[in-house]
């Protein structure tokens, strides 16, 4: 008898499934819960969606046709046995051609294939409507770490119901500040973060790297800090020098130096994808654009703190549009590519920028590119379209204005007499031919009307006559003329522009109705701004001819949800005309918020290290990196924000830590390489190659040419001859050559203040990996291609720099010897070694034959260059001459021709020094 | 004598029964020994070697009357008169034999029997009978699938060579074919069909039903003059029907499926069963370990699959200038994997070739603008799958015509800026209507 | 071509072609990405086998800048003699403020006969490719997005309309390799003028930098900054590099375990050493007369895209994967007689050339070859400065294009314009499923051929496509 009741009980117990425990897991409620938004999201689709179209015969919604099996003639469910069910085969994706989902992107997780697993093994149950209703009551029902959360509300029900798995929210929680994990180390004799990475390393027990030599050190600190490599006397300074906080004045000082902007902001303008003109077919100059690139350095001189840098940026007009400072942050909401000419839709433009500049803040603030919830609701994270379109609504009232903002006193308008009399020059040059073909054509239209006997009628006035009494358009024009005319009109568009530049305006935005302008003339803030705000609606398959519903100005709802009550932010968006975006700025910017603070201190470690704690600073998502060191996050963002969000703190705070100061090399490789190949647990200090503007700043500050003026119009560098004359294609003409500023003072300045065309990427730079310009870029790469070698082998950049070094050389020492061994100092940052010196005398002496034997030809700019191009509407090629203006009174750079012998063989192993790997690498 | 051949199949199975009582006897003896026993084995296996001897004198009758040869036909003639040879000594030798030799003299006697069976039966039903109708999981483990199928649309399946001749191969050529002509019919080329046979031509222009191909196959199956004749295996509807298409349409030698209108029964077909000859997927190799592939990397040859499933190998040796023995022994590593080879500007000379024609499965052989001459093309002949040959800009000419014509499969040959001549390059043209040659169509 | 580079300003300094820097190929062991740390050891571009069979193992993308009139070209519409200047509005939100506002149909201007054993229609300007006609497969069914040049370039170029994407040629060459690796695998012969979107069109998106489209410029240095500087000569970059070596590999014994350092030294030997090869590899001078006849080489209207297309035969010949040809200035609105003949006249000859020299060579069948613009034109024009212009405004919903080669149905039209040419109506395709198709003749499948980047798996189609599947043979 008791073995029956014990036997009863254990049918009870099986029957209601005690939820929570996986292996005894009532298949029936796991189909209820889980299976069937499996199927809903990942199979119905294109298996059972459109009735009219099941595709392979696989019908989901009926369980007797997945027993039969579609096409394949395989039964796709075989209850109890997951083996030989052919649903299961698929979507384990072992054999490519039968794996299902078709996309990778959309395969199945771990715990969705256990899940179908589970369900298949205990039977496959398919329960009726009600009784999966009634399963469903159950709410706390939990499949492993999976939970459910509430978002502002998915398009599709079951997207809504959605189970997440907890570690891939861990952005979206608030910051806890964590303990420090001691341990045994003695708190005040070591620094939190060395604790933190050492806990990181306890199971592993990988053995961590000596500290670097203080050589090292002085290098990779002062080009990690301004970008610039460090001379011999703050060298032999810092090595003689025996004060135990050496270091910490080291530090200070490169934070003091007006040089450190220059370099940190060029991470963000990364980010941001800072431009000086607008892309795509006319890529028309944006004139003041260079004053947002100066706001940011000096934002990060002066340590402005990130939340009212980001505020700023967001809602600077809405702050104090009175303060130029304020207006010129607004720079940010443009810096996209965008362009609207007769050519384009207007709808289309608008909604080209409203996506742009919501997925720029996601990436930049939130580290979460949002465009993937455009189209529909997002695949990984809980970011449902209606929260694209809510916060894309904060920018529905935002229009584009170039307003008035007088120069500041700290912002450099200093400009040559030549280059701002060379613009007038060329516009009254433009205007004269534009005249006389003008009046060519009119002196036809006289004849042809005199011909007739009728009174002649200026253009305008008869443009409205009937065809017969007016003449044939273009009369008097050859083609090749009227091809000019159209080259005249576009360069003089151009013109306009560059010379706007020295007027003060600001590249800003104003809030108002749709106002959208063709972007060839400068926007004014139009006197009436009343009028409806423009509404936002959620749009299906993002296209703007099909909204589904309108939605008000929001947040990302998931932050809200999940912040326990006493953290939530609850800042309610303004949904008028106004200060929209000054709403959205204040949620950004709370305290409470847990992604804008983690996301700045992610960026300032990955910059230091080489490699954020989580390794994609622009996707905290389920599909980016997870962090390797959750708490040293956490406690760094506290940190961060307990100290008045000071990017200049964190700096202190990262680099006086054991690990910052580890050497490059480590005492047990072969250990690391096997346990920790990519050192995320950071054991050594990763050594990188210098970036694009690092390696071309570092060859003119050793070569003393580097004119280290900050802030300014956009200067133009000299690039590769062929790629400067190289024709632009802009609507129907070609853009004036590319010619470099005409003095070296003017030429050779930091390259951040190059002028950066989105159609013309200065050859140099591209190779080196700077990133493009239409898409954000969280971290370079770090490329090896034979095109380097050319640049720094055969290009002219490299030769000049290390003749004018030479030539400095030549002055201020004297014996070959001591220059070399000066120069190995300036380049490698280290003493000369005895057999390095014997070579490279052997190698100076052999060089300086061979040019005492061969003498350099002389070479001159040419001062015009033929342009040949079809004219748009007959399709005839025609030519026509461009005269270089600068060219024409070029001060070049010392040439080699200009030297004598023994200085070109100098250059020549000064250039062998700078394409070494021991130059372009910091350890 | 025909009369009695035609006996053979019958009178061939009573000694497999006899044989195997005797020994199913000869088991039972063995547990539970009794002299009746003993003496009824003695009577079966007299028996079945009397029969034996029968089954192989009419077997001889048969092969006389032709239609049969090759290796199969050999093999099963010599091992049933082994049967029937050593049962009739086991029969007088057994009472002297001791206990073991016995069971050796039976598994000898058994294995011929399984021998000449098993040969005799795939004679009649063709070499994969065994096979073909097995159930999936052992065809598969027997004959490989390399590739998923290519999806070759039907409009670019050449009809002669890619539907009649292979179904004449399957089911003529075993009679109609260049060495044994039975009704002085070859079948194996174009040509060939165009001559007909002894009774006229095959196709009648004015009254195509009557032709006197159609007429031969719609005979009774048991008229003598019927088409595939009794014993053999016969057309099955799909084959009929598409011959009769074909016909309709004058037995064109040169037209592929879309020049034709086909009617929505033989684009099923089509569709569903009938794959043109394509070696791609007839080659059945084993792929080559993955060091190989990465040796010939190493030594300078581009080398990979032709997709990532498949075994079958591509080689590029374009503008290699050397090609030393070294590289070509290294090939050998994957002669049965490889299908295409490029030698295009490189130093390939004509003794490589001899090396390299002994790679089986060559399907594209590239020999451009290299400096192979003449005697080149002769090693070439029994590569039995090569359907690509380019030999453009080398000085290849006319003596090289009948080494070229010999290579039945080809499929496009270029000849562009060699020295061949304008006739030399028509009498290919007549001899092989639809080989590519370069030209435009 | 002159090799003398002594000086800077000769007459003849007329334009350069090249801008941005190629990716030049590597041989396999030289080229290596640091992506999270993992040295790629097999180099990104050595071949590898596609996914199923392929039809096609080379392709030349002929690409018309400037979107050629399909009306006027391979896809005649008698019925617009009827309507010729019958004028009409046209208002809506979807239209650019150039196609709205009042129109007139414009017929036109060349008449059109049936060419080729498979009757395919041909504008009369097309002369020579009338021979070639039963080798080529016209495609009529096929949907633009973009009316805008820049955009709709980027969509046809590299799948998304607004640029940072990779191109198709990078996207094959990512999923192939190159049959050569000391050659580019994806190279670019740009117009006088770069197209419009610049070197976006053929850039590697967010593909490693190796798959970067080369533009190779007919005259100067073909690959910039591959000529060593004047007054520099090859004794004195070999002592450099003598030199050079010595440092490195006295400086990699300090740093054994930074694995960067042996390519980057290693690198330095295959650039010296491709100073010489590309500019050989890329000389059409050594080609026959004959041959350069055919191409029209030498007569003026055809010599400059004449050159291109003998070179893109000669570069895929050498196992370039994906050669892109451009012929720019088809934007005809205005002047369409004289404009679109000119244009015809001068790609017609060597188009046809190339195409009979692929066949005779024995590549046609493995060589794609694609004719297309970025979109196709209007049967109606704008008024415009009170005149009558015979032209045709953008068109994105009708366009024409054809291929040859490469597993493709030849002498066949697929698909159909209605009868005024404004919109397709038979099989009809958005231009993603052209992508698909594409990758699918070089066994590629779209959906699985995918790079992770910027959270998600993005593919060339965007988000997937059909095959056309009456365009494959």
Same mark, same amino acid.
């Given at each position: 008898?008791?073995?029956?009741?014990?036997?009863?009980?254990?049918?009870?117990? /099986?029957?209601?499934?005690?939820?929570?425990?996986?292996?005894?897991?009532?298949?029936?409620?796991?189909?209820?819960?889980?299976?069937?938004?499996?199927?809903?999201?990942?199979?119905?689709?294109?298996?059972?969606?459109?009735?009219?179209?099941?595709?392979?015969?696989?019908?989901?919604?009926?369980?007797?046709?997945?027993?039969?099996?579609?096409?394949? +003639?395989?039964?796709?469910?075989?209850?109890?046995?997951?083996?030989?069910?052919?649903?299961?085969?698929?979507?384990?994706?072992?054999? !490519?051609?039968?794996?299902?989902?078709?996309?990778?992107?959309?395969?199945?997780?771990?715990?969705?294939?256990?899940?179908?697993?589970?369900?298949?093994?205990?039977?496959?149950?398919?329960?009726?409507?009600?009784?999966?209703?009634?399963?469903?009551?159950?709410?706390?029902?939990?499949?492993?770490?999976?939970?459910?959360?509430?978002?502002?509300?998915?398009?599709?029900?079951?997207?809504?119901?959605?189970?997440?798995? $907890?570690? /891939?929210?861990?952005?979206?929680?608030?910051?806890?500040?964590?303990?420090?994990?001691?341990?045994?180390?003695?708190?005040?004799?070591?620094?939190?973060?060395?604790?933190?990475?050492?806990?990181?390393?306890?199971?592993?027990?990988?053995?961590?790297?000596?500290?670097?030599?203080?050589?090292?050190?002085?290098?990779?600190?002062?080009?990690?800090?301004?970008?610039?490599?460090?001379?011999?006397? !703050?060298?032999?300074?810092?090595?003689?020098?025996?004060?135990?906080?050496?270091?910490?004045?080291?530090?200070?000082?490169?934070?003091?130096?007006?040089?450190?902007?220059?370099?940190?902001?060029?991470?963000?303008?990364?980010?941001?994808?800072?431009?000086?003109?607008?892309?795509?077919?006319?890529?028309?100059?944006?004139?003041?654009?260079?004053?947002?690139?100066?706001?940011?350095?000096?934002?990060?001189?002066?340590?402005?703190?990130?939340?009212?840098?980001?505020?700023?940026?967001?809602?600077?007009?809405?702050?104090?549009?009175?303060?130029?400072?304020?207006?010129?942050?607004?720079?940010?909401?443009?810096?996209?590519?965008?362009?609207?000419?007769?050519?384009?839709?207007?709808?289309?433009?608008?909604?080209?920028?409203?996506?742009?500049?919501?997925?720029?803040?996601?990436?930049?603030?939130?580290?979460?590119?949002?465009?993937?919830?455009?189209?529909?609701?997002?695949?990984?994270?809980?970011?449902?379209?209606?929260?694209?379109?809510?916060?894309?609504?904060?920018?529905?009232?935002?229009?584009?204005?170039?307003?008035?903002?007088?120069?500041?006193?700290?912002?450099?308008?200093?400009?040559?007499?030549? !280059?701002?009399?060379?613009?007038?020059?060329?516009?009254?040059?433009?205007?004269?031919?534009?005249?006389?073909?003008?009046?060519?054509?009119?002196?036809?239209?006289?004849?042809?009307?005199?011909?007739?006997?009728?009174?002649?009628?200026?253009?305008?006035?008869?443009?409205?006559?009937?065809?017969?009494?007016?003449?044939?358009?273009?009369?008097?024009?050859?083609?090749?003329?009227?091809?000019?005319?159209?080259?005249?009109? $576009?360069?003089?568009?151009?013109?306009?522009?560059?010379?706007?530049?020295?007027?003060?305006?600001?590249?800003?935005?104003?809030?108002?109705?749709?106002?959208?302008?063709?972007?060839?003339?400068? +926007?004014?803030?139009?006197?009436?701004?009343?009028?409806?705000?423009?509404?936002?609606?959620?749009?299906?398959?993002?296209?703007?001819?099909?909204?589904?519903?309108?939605?008000?100005?929001?947040?990302?709802?998931?932050?809200?949800?999940?912040?326990?009550?006493?953290?939530?932010?609850?800042?309610?968006?303004?949904?008028?005309?106004?200060?929209?975006?000054? +709403?959205?700025?204040?949620?950004?910017?709370?305290?409470?918020?847990?992604?804008?603070?983690?996301?700045?201190?992610?960026?300032?470690?990955?910059?230091?290290? +080489?490699?954020?704690?989580?390794?994609?600073?622009?996707?905290?998502?389920?599909?980016?990196?997870?962090?390797?060191?959750?708490?040293?996050?956490?406690?760094?963002?506290?940190?961060?924000?307990?100290?008045?969000?000071?990017?200049?703190?964190?700096?202190?705070?990262?680099?006086?830590?054991?690990?910052?100061?580890?050497?490059?090399?480590?005492?047990?490789?072969?250990?690391?390489?096997?346990?920790?190949?990519?050192?995320?647990?950071?054991?050594?200090?990763?050594?990188?190659?210098?970036?694009?503007?690092?390696?071309?700043?570092?060859?003119?500050? &050793?070569?003393?040419?580097?004119?280290?003026?900050?802030?300014?119009?956009?200067?133009?560098?000299?690039?590769?001859?062929?790629?400067?004359?190289?024709?632009?294609? &802009?609507?129907?003409?070609?853009?004036?050559?590319?010619?470099?500023?005409?003095?070296?003072?003017?030429?050779?300045?930091?390259?951040?203040?190059?002028?950066?065309?989105?159609?013309?990427?200065?050859?140099?730079?591209?190779?080196?990996?700077?990133?493009?310009?239409?898409?954000?870029?969280?971290?370079?790469?770090?490329?090896?291609?034979?095109?380097?070698?050319?640049?720094?082998? /055969?290009?002219?950049?490299?030769?000049?720099?290390?003749?004018?070094?030479?030539?400095?050389?030549?002055?201020?020492?004297?014996?070959?010897?001591?220059?070399?061994?000066?120069?190995?100092?300036?380049?490698?940052?280290?003493?000369?070694?005895?057999?390095?010196?014997?070579?490279?005398?052997?190698?100076?002496?052999?060089?300086?034959?061979?040019?005492?034997?061969?003498?350099?030809?002389?070479?001159?700019?040419?001062?015009?260059?033929?342009?040949?191009?079809?004219?748009?509407?007959?399709?005839?090629?025609?030519?026509?001459?461009?005269?270089?203006?600068?060219?024409?009174?070029?001060?070049?750079?010392?040439?080699?021709?200009?030297?004598?012998?023994?200085?070109?063989?100098?250059?020549?192993?000064?250039?062998?020094?700078?394409?070494?790997?021991?130059?372009?690498?910091?350890? | 004598?025909?009369?009695?051949?035609?006996?053979?199949?019958?009178?061939? @199975?009573?000694?497999?029964?006899?044989?195997?009582?005797?020994?199913?006897?000869?088991?039972? @003896?063995?547990?539970?020994?009794?002299?009746?026993?003993?003496?009824?084995?003695?009577?079966?296996?007299?028996?079945?070697?009397?029969?034996?001897?029968?089954?192989?004198?009419?077997?001889?009758?048969?092969?006389? =009357?032709?239609?049969?040869?090759?290796?199969?036909?050999?093999?099963?003639?010599?091992?049933?008169?082994?049967?029937?040879?050593?049962?009739?000594?086991?029969?007088?030798?057994?009472?002297?034999?001791?206990? *073991?030799?016995?069971?050796?003299?039976?598994?000898?006697?058994?294995?011929?029997?399984?021998?000449?069976?098993?040969?005799?039966?795939?004679?009649?039903?063709?070499?994969?009978?065994?096979?073909?109708?097995?159930?999936?999981?052992?065809?598969?483990?027997?004959?490989?699938?390399?590739?998923?199928?290519?999806?070759?649309?039907?409009?670019?399946?050449?009809?002669?060579?890619?539907?009649?001749?292979?179904?004449?191969?399957?089911?003529?050529?075993?009679? @109609?074919?260049?060495?044994? =002509? *039975?009704?002085?019919?070859?079948?194996?080329?174009?040509?060939?069909?165009?001559?007909?046979?002894?009774?006229?031509?095959?196709?009648?222009?004015?009254?195509?039903?009557?032709?006197?191909?159609?007429?031969?196959?719609?005979?009774?199956?048991?008229?003598?003059? @019927?088409?595939?004749?009794?014993? *053999?295996? *016969?057309?099955?509807?799909?084959?009929?029907?598409?011959?009769?298409?074909?016909?309709?349409?004058?037995?064109?030698?040169?037209? =592929?499926?879309?020049?034709?209108?086909?009617?929505?029964?033989?684009?099923?077909?089509?569709?569903?069963?009938?794959?043109?000859?394509?070696?791609?997927?007839?080659?059945?190799?084993?792929?080559?370990?993955?060091?190989?592939?990465?040796?010939?990397?190493?030594?300078?040859?581009?080398?990979?699959?032709?997709?990532?499933?498949?075994?079958?190998?591509?080689?590029?040796?374009?503008?290699?200038?050397?090609? #030393?023995?070294?590289?070509?022994?290294?090939?050998?590593?994957?002669?049965?994997?490889?299908?295409?080879?490029?030698?295009?500007?490189?130093?390939?000379?004509?003794?490589?070739?001899?090396?390299?024609?002994?790679?089986?499965?060559?399907?594209?052989?590239?020999?451009?603008?290299?400096?192979?001459?003449? #005697?080149?093309?002769?090693?070439?002949?029994?590569?039995?799958?090569?359907?690509?040959?380019?030999?453009?800009?080398?000085?290849?000419?006319?003596?090289?015509?009948?080494?070229?014509?010999?290579?039945?499969?080809?499929?496009?040959?270029?000849?562009?800026?060699?020295?061949?001549?304008?006739?030399?390059?028509?009498?290919?043209?007549?001899?092989?209507?639809?080989?590519?040659?370069?030209?435009?169509? | 071509?002159?090799?003398?580079?002594?000086?800077?300003?000769?007459?003849?300094?007329?334009?350069?072609?090249?801008?941005?820097?190629?990716?030049?190929?590597?041989?396999?062991?030289?080229?290596?990405?640091?992506?999270?740390?993992?040295?790629?050891?097999?180099?990104?571009?050595?071949?590898?086998?596609?996914?199923?069979?392929?039809?096609?193992?080379?392709?030349?993308?002929?690409?018309?800048?400037?979107?050629?009139?399909?009306?006027?070209?391979?896809?005649?519409?008698?019925?617009?003699?009827?309507?010729?200047?019958?004028?009409?509005?046209?208002?809506?939100?979807?239209?650019?403020?150039?196609?709205?506002?009042?129109?007139?149909?414009?017929?036109?201007?060349?008449?059109?006969?049936?060419?080729?054993?498979?009757?395919?229609?041909?504008?009369?300007?097309?002369?020579?490719?009338?021979?070639?006609?039963?080798?080529?497969?016209?495609?009529?069914?096929?949907?633009?997005?973009?009316?805008?040049?820049?955009?709709?370039?980027?969509?046809?170029?590299?799948?998304?309309?607004?640029?940072?994407?990779?191109?198709?040629?990078?996207?094959?060459?990512?999923?192939?390799?190159?049959?050569?690796?000391?050659?580019?695998?994806?190279?670019?012969?740009?117009?006088?003028?770069?197209?419009?979107?610049?070197?976006?069109?053929?850039?590697?998106?967010?593909?490693?930098?190796?798959?970067?489209?080369?533009?190779?410029?007919?005259?100067?240095?073909?690959?910039?900054?591959?000529?060593?500087?004047?007054?520099?000569?090859?004794?004195?970059?070999?002592?450099?590099?003598?030199?050079?070596?010595?440092?490195?590999?006295?400086?990699?014994?300090?740093?054994?375990?930074?694995?960067?350092?042996?390519?980057?030294?290693?690198?330095?030997?295959?650039?010296?050493?491709?100073?010489?090869?590309?500019?050989?590899?890329?000389?059409?001078?050594?080609?026959?007369?004959?041959?350069?006849?055919?191409?029209?080489?030498?007569?003026?209207?055809?010599?400059?895209?004449?050159?291109?297309?003998?070179?893109?035969?000669?570069?895929?010949?050498?196992?370039?994967?994906?050669?892109?040809?451009?012929?720019?200035?088809?934007?005809?609105?205005?002047?369409?007689?004289?404009?679109?003949?000119?244009?015809?006249?001068?790609?017609?000859?060597?188009?046809?050339?190339?195409?009979? %020299?692929?066949?005779?060579?024995?590549?046609?069948?493995?060589?794609?070859?694609?004719?297309?613009?970025?979109?196709?034109?209007?049967? %109606?024009?704008?008024?415009?400065?009170?005149?009558?212009?015979?032209?045709?405004?953008?068109?994105?919903?009708?366009?024409?294009?054809?291929?040859?080669?490469?597993?493709?149905?030849?002498?066949?039209?697929?698909?159909?314009?209605?009868?005024?040419?404004?919109?397709?109506?038979?099989?009809?395709?958005?231009?993603?499923?052209?992508?698909?198709?594409?990758?699918?003749?070089?066994?590629?499948?779209?959906?699985?051929?995918?790079?992770?980047?910027?959270?998600?798996?993005?593919?060339?189609?965007?988000?997937?496509?059909?095959?056309?599947?009456?365009?494959?043979?």
């Amino acid at each position: 008898m008791t073995r029956n009741l014990i036997f009863i009980l254990l049918v009870i117990l /099986n029957a209601c499934g005690s939820p929570g425990k996986k292996d005894t897991v009532d298949p029936e409620a796991l189909f209820a819960h889980e299976v069937t938004s499996i199927i809903a999201s990942k199979c119905i689709g294109c298996h059972g969606g459109d009735p009219k179209k099941i595709e392979g015969g696989l019908d989901f919604r009926n369980y007797e046709n997945l027993l039969v099996g579609g096409n394949s +003639g395989k039964p796709a469910i075989v209850p109890g046995n997951s083996k030989q069910s052919l649903l299961y085969q698929s979507i384990l994706r072992v054999d !490519e051609d039968l794996a299902m989902p078709p996309k990778d992107g959309d395969k199945l997780s771990e715990i969705d294939l256990q899940i179908i697993r589970d369900w298949i093994d205990g039977g496959a149950p398919w329960p009726s409507e009600e009784r999966i209703a009634a399963i469903k009551m159950d709410t706390e029902w939990q499949y492993g770490n999976r939970i459910r959360v509430k978002t502002s509300g998915g398009l599709s029900e079951t997207w809504e119901n959605r189970p997440y798995e $907890k570690e /891939n929210l861990w952005a979206y929680y608030p910051v806890e500040k964590p303990e420090i994990p001691w341990g045994e180390l003695d708190p005040n004799k070591n620094h939190p973060i060395d604790a933190f990475l050492a806990d990181g390393r306890a199971e592993l027990n990988i053995p961590t790297a000596p500290s670097a030599s203080d050589l090292a050190l002085i290098r990779r600190v002062t080009i990690d800090l301004i970008g610039l490599p460090p001379t011999k006397d !703050e060298i032999e300074g810092f090595l003689g020098n025996k004060d135990p906080n050496a270091y910490q004045h080291l530090i200070d000082r490169l934070l003091a130096s007006p040089q450190y902007g220059e370099q940190w902001a060029r991470h963000w303008l990364d980010v941001v994808r800072y431009a000086d003109t607008g892309g795509f077919s006319n890529d028309y100059v944006r004139p003041n654009a260079w004053r947002y690139r100066d706001y940011v350095i000096r934002a990060f001189n002066d340590d402005k703190p990130y939340d009212q840098f980001v505020m700023e940026q967001l809602a600077g007009d809405e702050i104090d549009p009175d303060d130029p400072e304020m207006l010129i942050a607004t720079g940010f909401l443009r810096m996209g590519p965008w362009e609207h000419t007769a050519m384009s839709v207007a709808a289309e433009t608008r909604q080209y920028y409203l996506d742009d500049v919501t997925n720029i803040v996601g990436e930049a603030f939130l580290s979460t590119p949002l465009n993937c919830a455009k189209c529909h609701d997002h695949k990984y994270d809980p970011i449902p379209a209606r929260d694209y379109y809510s916060i894309q609504a904060v920018f529905a009232t935002t229009q584009f204005a170039e307003r008035p903002a007088p120069f500041l006193p700290e912002e450099n308008t200093e400009v040559t007499e030549f !280059e701002k009399q060379r613009i007038l020059d060329w516009i009254n040059i433009t205007e004269k031919e534009d005249d006389y073909l003008a009046n060519k054509e009119e002196e036809a239209a006289k004849r042809w009307y005199e011909e007739r006997g009728l009174t002649y009628l200026p253009k305008r006035a008869r443009r409205k006559l009937p065809e017969d009494q007016q003449p044939p358009r273009y009369l008097g024009l050859t083609f090749e003329e009227l091809g000019y005319r159209k080259v005249l009109n $576009k360069r003089m568009q151009l013109l306009r522009k560059q010379k706007e530049r020295f007027e003060p305006f600001a590249f800003s935005v104003y809030n108002g109705p749709v106002n959208i302008r063709n972007s060839q003339n400068r +926007g004014s803030v139009p006197e009436n701004l009343n009028g409806e705000p423009p509404n936002t609606n959620i749009l299906a398959g993002g296209s703007v001819y099909a909204p589904i519903e309108p939605v008000e100005a929001g947040v990302m709802s998931i932050i809200e949800n999940l912040a326990p009550e006493s953290k939530k932010i609850n800042i309610k968006i303004p949904n008028g005309m106004e200060s929209r975006r000054l +709403g959205f700025a204040k949620w950004l910017t709370h305290p409470d918020n847990p992604i804008l603070a983690r996301s700045m201190v992610n960026r300032i470690w990955q910059h230091h290290f +080489g490699q954020g704690i989580c390794e994609t600073p622009n996707n905290f998502g389920a599909t980016g990196g997870k962090p390797t060191h959750p708490e040293l996050l956490d406690w760094l963002t506290s940190y961060f924000i307990a100290h008045d969000y000071s990017v200049k703190e964190m700096h202190r705070l990262i680099m006086t830590s054991r690990a910052y100061r580890f050497s490059s090399s480590h005492p047990d490789w072969s250990k690391v390489n096997e346990v920790d190949p990519d050192n995320e647990l950071l054991s050594y200090f990763n050594p990188r190659r210098m970036d694009a503007e690092e390696l071309k700043d570092a060859m003119l500050y &050793i070569s003393g040419e580097l004119n280290t003026k900050m802030g300014g119009f956009p200067t133009r560098p000299e690039i590769n001859m062929e790629a400067a004359l190289q024709p632009r294609h &802009i609507m129907g003409s070609i853009a004036p050559a590319y010619q470099p500023s005409r003095t070296p003072e003017e030429r050779n300045r930091r390259t951040i203040y190059a002028e950066r065309y989105r159609t013309l990427a200065d050859p140099y730079l591209e190779v080196f990996n700077q990133p493009g310009t239409d898409m954000s870029c969280e971290a370079r790469s770090e490329s090896t291609v034979t095109p380097q070698v050319f640049t720094m082998f /055969n290009g002219q950049n490299v030769r000049t720099r290390s003749l004018v070094y030479a030539n400095r050389l030549m002055n201020d020492f004297d014996g070959q010897e001591n220059r070399l061994k000066e120069a190995i100092y300036a380049i490698f940052n280290r003493e000369a070694r005895p057999d390095e010196i014997e070579e490279c005398l052997h190698y100076l002496e052999k060089m300086t034959k061979y040019h005492q034997d061969n003498k350099p030809p002389k070479i001159d700019y040419p001062t015009e260059v033929e342009r040949e191009m079809f004219e748009e509407m007959t399709g005839e090629p025609f030519s026509f001459k461009e005269e270089l203006d600068i060219y024409k009174n070029y001060i070049p750079d010392l040439q080699p021709w200009q030297v004598d012998a023994s200085t070109r063989a100098l250059a020549d192993l000064i250039a062998v020094y700078f394409n070494s790997n021991e130059f372009i690498y910091v350890y | 004598m025909d009369f009695l051949g035609a006996f053979h199949p019958l009178v061939l @199975h009573v000694p497999i029964g006899a044989l195997i009582a005797a020994f199913l006897l000869e088991m039972v @003896h063995y547990f539970r020994k009794s002299q009746a026993l003993d003496q009824s084995v003695k009577i079966v296996l007299g028996f079945s070697a009397f029969t034996a001897i029968i089954a192989a004198i009419f077997g001889i009758f048969l092969s006389q =009357k032709g239609g049969y040869q090759g290796l199969t036909l050999q093999i099963h003639q010599w091992s049933g008169i082994g049967v029937a040879v050593l049962s009739t000594m086991f029969f007088f030798l057994k009472s002297r034999l001791n206990s *073991q030799s016995v069971w050796v003299a039976w598994g000898l006697n058994l294995t011929f029997l399984t021998i000449a069976g098993h040969f005799g039966g795939s004679l009649t039903h063709g070499e994969d009978f065994l096979l073909k109708d097995a159930p999936d999981f052992i065809k598969e483990t027997f004959t490989s699938q390399n590739g998923s199928p290519l999806f070759i649309h039907p409009d670019s399946v050449d009809v002669f060579l890619d539907i009649i001749q292979p179904i004449a191969r399957e089911k003529c050529n075993s009679c @109609h074919n260049t060495n044994k =002509k *039975q009704g002085s019919l070859d079948l194996s080329e174009a040509s060939t069909w165009k001559k007909g046979g002894k009774s006229g031509e095959l196709f009648d222009p004015e009254n195509t039903m009557q032709s006197l191909l159609l007429h031969r196959i719609f005979l009774p199956l048991d008229h003598e003059e @019927h088409m595939p004749p009794k014993g *053999q295996e *016969q057309l099955i509807p799909s084959e009929v029907a598409l011959i009769e298409w074909w016909l309709e349409h004058g037995m064109p030698f040169d037209k =592929k499926v879309s020049d034709l209108q086909s009617n929505s029964r033989i684009v099923q077909i089509l569709n569903s069963n009938f794959r043109p000859l394509d070696p791609y997927q007839v080659i059945t190799v084993d792929p080559v370990d993955q060091s190989i592939l990465d040796e010939f990397r190493a030594n300078g040859i581009t080398a990979l699959t032709i997709s990532r499933k498949s075994p079958l190998i591509e080689i590029r040796l374009a503008g290699v200038d050397t090609i #030393g023995s070294d590289k070509i022994e290294l090939l050998k590593k994957a002669r049965d994997q490889i299908v295409k080879i490029d030698f295009q500007a490189s130093g390939i000379t004509n003794d490589h070739l001899k090396e390299i024609a002994s790679f089986p499965n060559l399907i594209h052989l590239s020999l451009q603008q290299t400096n192979i001459s003449n #005697g080149a093309i002769l090693n070439l002949k029994d590569l039995k799958y090569l359907q690509h040959l380019n030999v453009h800009s080398t000085s290849i000419s006319d003596e090289s015509i009948a080494d070229l014509m010999a290579l039945d499969k080809l499929r496009s040959l270029y000849l562009w800026n060699t020295n061949f001549s304008s006739e030399g390059i028509e009498k290919l043209k007549l001899a092989r209507p639809n080989l590519e040659l370069g030209e435009l169509n | 071509m002159s090799t003398d580079h002594t000086n800077w300003n000769r007459r003849d300094f007329l334009y350069g072609l090249g801008s941005s820097i190629g990716a030049v190929a590597l041989s396999s062991l030289l080229a290596c990405e640091r992506k999270t740390g993992q040295l790629v050891s097999k180099g990104p571009l050595s071949p590898s086998a596609p996914m199923v069979r392929a039809r096609a193992k080379y392709c030349i993308f002929l690409t018309m800048e400037g979107g050629p009139s399909h009306i006027d070209t391979f896809d005649p519409k008698p019925q617009l003699d009827k309507y010729h200047l019958t004028k009409f509005q046209r208002q809506g939100e979807k239209f650019s403020a150039m196609s709205s506002g009042d129109r007139y149909f414009v017929r036109s201007p060349f008449s059109s006969r049936k060419v080729g054993k498979s009757g395919v229609d041909m504008s009369e300007p097309f002369v020579h490719l009338a021979d070639v006609a039963d080798e080529i497969c016209f495609y009529r069914g096929c949907q633009a997005e973009s009316v805008n040049h820049p955009t709709a370039m980027y969509h046809i170029n590299t799948g998304n309309r607004f640029g940072g994407e990779p191109a198709l040629g990078s996207w094959i060459s990512y999923g192939l390799g190159t049959m050569n690796e000391n050659l580019p695998a994806f190279v670019v012969l740009p117009e006088v003028a770069y197209p419009q979107g610049g070197p976006g069109n053929w850039s590697n998106g967010f593909l490693p930098a190796h798959y970067q489209g080369t533009p190779l410029r007919p005259e100067g240095s073909p690959i910039l900054n591959i000529n060593p500087p004047p007054g520099v000569s090859r004794y004195h970059q070999e002592e450099s590099l003598e030199l050079l070596q010595r440092l490195n590999r006295e400086h990699q014994k300090m740093h054994p375990y930074h694995d960067e350092l042996s390519a980057r030294i290693e690198n330095y030997e295959l650039a010296y050493r491709m100073q010489m090869e590309v500019p050989d590899v890329i000389d059409i001078e050594g080609e026959d007369e004959k041959t350069k006849e055919l191409y029209g080489v030498g007569q003026a209207e055809t010599d400059v895209f004449g050159r291109k297309c003998l070179l893109a035969r000669k570069l895929v010949e050498q196992g370039v994967r994906f050669v892109q040809v451009y012929s720019g200035g088809w934007d005809s609105h205005d002047f369409l007689e004289r404009a679109h003949g000119n244009l015809i006249t001068s790609i017609d000859k060597p188009i046809a050339g190339l195409i009979k %020299d692929l066949k005779r060579r024995g590549m046609l069948d493995e060589t794609l070859i694609i004719w297309s613009g970025e979109f196709g034109r209007t049967a %109606d024009n704008g008024v415009r400065e009170n005149g009558v212009a015979y032209g045709r405004d953008h068109n994105p919903d009708a366009m024409g294009m054809w291929f040859a080669g490469g597993g493709v149905k030849a002498g066949h039209i697929i698909g159909a314009t209605d009868e005024l040419g404004q919109e397709a109506i038979e099989i009809v395709h958005p231009l993603r499923d052209l992508h698909v198709t594409l990758l699918h003749l070089f066994g590629l499948d779209d959906n699985k051929l995918t790079y992770f980047h910027g959270g998600r798996h993005k593919q060339l189609s965007q988000f997937g496509g059909q095959v056309i599947k009456e365009v494959i043979a």
